[in-house]
């Protein structure tokens, strides 16, 4: 069922116009005015207030961009978008049996939000079916189901949302899903997909959360790209593991998969802010093709049988070391109880001497004190100062080239899930998921952190 | 004064061989065995315990390489090291009047530490004298003072400690120095260059602090690279600003100057783990000349009056955001009486809604607290999102595109020095030392990242 013109968000001259050519929501339409052409798919108007005479056509590059029409301009209709179609939780589109089964799970954020034209902010409001409303060309790489799950802000997503994602994935995967995406905000992205990870062992088919830097509704959004690959990757590819699919650089020639545990969010704006660390992305996706980069790769098995770990134990802080850190903040976690701390101490792995009969009385005390490094890239090696070797004694595990959020969210899994403090400590130095590599090649570095 | 023979560290083989040869540390020398040439400068040997048999030579290069002599090796001294001077505290050394004066000063680190051969540990153990001893070639480039202003790890750095260097380098200035080094260890190097800039106003010659990412006993060691670099840098570069000089890459071929409050530690081992963010460094130094990249640039002005404000208030912390952060640890500083809390919230600056009401009551208790984002790379942006929108209103101060360590670094130092919390709040938005920019190229994401 498409959507009907009625229902477009269009009026007056616009609506005007597109009624006389016959065009639809979905419809490839042609405008040209002033000597101008301008191809593309028909946009449902999802701005409230704002110029009503402004049309929104999505370009083949994926971009959407409004066009301000005239009296004088000319609007035909080129051809009819076919593969949009309007679902919700309960219904049931008309399959095309050529194109894989992939759920669409909406969380929140800025892929599924949109901009109050009253205050200027940007709130979360769109529902999975207005995703797929507003990127109609979703249909043409998947038989997609569509269905919002929660709506917050990413800052807001707790360990127990992390919990519900992971058991509706569970869900969908029993339901037949080849393939499960799930919309997100960007900010703690990284953080629950390292979540889902742990909590989705043993995966028979690829789970990719996708997250967009712009707002769905404005222009240079890159929601919908995002949204296409990640459709489209967890349909096909060849995996079976949680990734995240983003923006491989500014434009929009191609995205990356990263691995769901290697993943960080590292620049506040830019549309490739996500980056794999220590590590290469797995695949890279283009309109031509899914390329593979990495090795090993988990791959995709129907028939393997999915084993649900969904729990977290919420009693595990991150406390960064820093010149004059007060040490009675680990006693603060002590004495509240906590059973785990991530500290993100500097360099190879050090903490200021100052610390350390706190943290004897945090270990005595039954506490997993893991560590990681704020440097963000590198390998944690607490064998070559005195320092480190004094910790590493104490008890102090190390957290090999994890990465700070993956080591906090594995300890909160890992108590959830392991029975004594000595198995958690003994798991949070070995790969459960890929999370740590035993040798990094001195190239990733650069690699890791060049935008291409 | 030249290191004699007999202090040089070397016996048996190796001091037969010196002697027959009539070499002194600091001359260059050349060795031919088993149809193999090295020659290179002799270094003091400062191992203890391992083969006695083995000499070291410094190499054109910069590396100190170890060779081991057998009875047939040929020992022949080349040329005198003529330039190599020995200088403590009290010493005034013959001055060569074409080079500029530079003051040394060590505080400890890697640069400044040797490896216990019994336990495998590396301690903080070498003065400035024996930095000043390994690198001989440091005569040829300034006439070096060399001074021990502390021995410690950096993670054990206190904010104290950034007093004592400030008027340490104060004293430097006013006794006629051209330029200053700091030896310091790198895990919080970038601290320390923040706080100098900031304690250092109005600075007429330069102040460059340089770290070493290998112990300098070890062959593979940057420390004889990095000081040689940093003492031709601030005894003749046009600028006269706080600066961290590392090397620019995994070779020798050139170091960068940072910009002391734009720098961080970025990779835990790598010799090129210093990186620019959200700006370039501002020179290049290679064995060449010295390359200005980035404008403007605070020029070198003898006459110039050097500002002291040494002091920094203790009572600010850094709080990281993370899914199921536990609100009570805001009250907690509160609580303690803190002054300041620098948040590393997520993306553009955001914090989960649970923490609001801690951080009002931090608020209304006169606290100042600042956002930063753990994306590391990237501007603050609290206009975009309504959670953004909600802070601002409660009086969270927008940290810009400044790096955390410096807005750690810059509250703690206006709280020491500004009369008001008003008059604080409005200096942490501003730039006093060059540690905001107000526009960031796009281009300077990847630049900064990459590391060349």
Redesign the interface.
């Known amino acids: 069922m498409r959507l009907s013109l009625n229902d477009s968000g269009y009026s007056g001259l616009v609506l005007e116009k597109l009624s006389g050519a016959g065009a639809k929501v979905g419809d490839t339409i042609r405008i040209q005015q002033e000597g101008k052409e301008y191809t593309g798919i028909l946009m449902p108007r999802v701005q409230i207030g704002g110029d009503p005479d402004h049309i929104v056509i999505k370009l083949s590059t994926g971009y959407n961009v409004g066009v301000r029409l005239s009296a004088k301009s000319e609007l035909e209709r080129v051809r009819a978008g076919g593969k949009a179609r309007r679902t919700d939780e309960r219904d049931t589109p008309t399959p095309d049996s050529n194109l894989p089964s992939v759920a669409i799970l909406s969380t929140g954020g800025?892929i599924a939000s949109k901009v109050d034209y009253r205050?200027?902010?940007?709130?979360p409001a769109l529902t999975a079916q207005d995703l797929y409303d507003t990127v109609p060309e979703l249909g043409n790489h998947a038989n997609v189901r569509a269905r919002v799950l929660m709506s917050v802000?990413?800052?807001?997503?707790?360990?127990t949302?992390?919990t519900k994602m992971a058991r509706a994935v569970a869900k969908e995967i029993k339901s037949g899903a080849d393939g499960v995406v799930i919309a997100h905000g960007?900010?703690?992205l990284g953080?629950?997909s390292a979540a889902l990870s742990f909590a989705l062992q043993n995966l028979p088919v690829p789970v990719a959360l996708v997250g967009s830097q712009r707002s769905s509704d404005r222009p240079s959004s890159d929601a919908a790209i995002n949204l296409i690959y990640a459709t489209e990757f967890v349909g096909r590819a060849d995996v079976a593991e949680v990734m995240l699919v983003m923006h491989g650089e500014?434009d929009d020639s191609f995205a990356y998969a990263h691995r769901g545990t290697r993943v960080r969010?590292?620049?506040?704006?830019?549309r490739d802010?996500f980056q794999s660390i220590n590590s290469y992305p797995i695949f890279k996706i283009e309109s031509t093709g899914i390329t593979e980069i990495a090795e090993p790769i988990h791959r995709r098995d129907p028939e393997r049988k999915l084993k649900l770990k969904p729990k977290f134990d919420?009693r595990?802080?991150?406390v960064?070391?820093?010149?004059?850190?007060?040490p009675?903040?680990i006693d603060?976690y002590t004495d509240?109880g906590y059973r785990g701390v991530v500290l993100?101490?500097?360099?190879?792995?050090?903490?200021?001497?100052?610390i350390q009969p706190s943290l004897k009385r945090a270990l005595d005390a039954g506490m997993v004190v893991a560590m990681t490094?704020q440097?963000?890239?590198?390998?944690?090696?607490m064998?070559?100062?005195?320092?480190g070797?004094e910790l590493l004694e104490m008890g102090v595990v190390p957290c090999e080239d994890m990465l700070t959020?993956t080591a906090?969210v594995k300890l909160?899994w890992l108590l959830a899930n392991k029975k004594s403090e000595e198995e958690v400590k003994k798991s949070m130095t070995e790969s459960v998921v890929g999370e740590i590599e035993m040798r990094t090649e001195?190239a990733q570095?650069?690699a890791s952190?060049?935008?291409e």
């Open positions: 800025t205050t200027g902010a940007v709130n802000f990413s800052e807001d997503i707790q360990t949302d992390w960007t900010d703690t953080f629950t500014t969010k590292n620049h506040t704006s830019r802010a919420e595990v802080a991150i960064r070391t820093y010149p004059g850190l007060n009675s903040i603060y509240c993100e101490g500097t360099g190879l792995g050090h903490a200021p001497k100052a490094s440097c963000i890239s590198g390998r944690i090696d064998n070559v100062y005195r320092t070797v959020e906090f909160m001195m570095y650069r952190l060049e935008a």
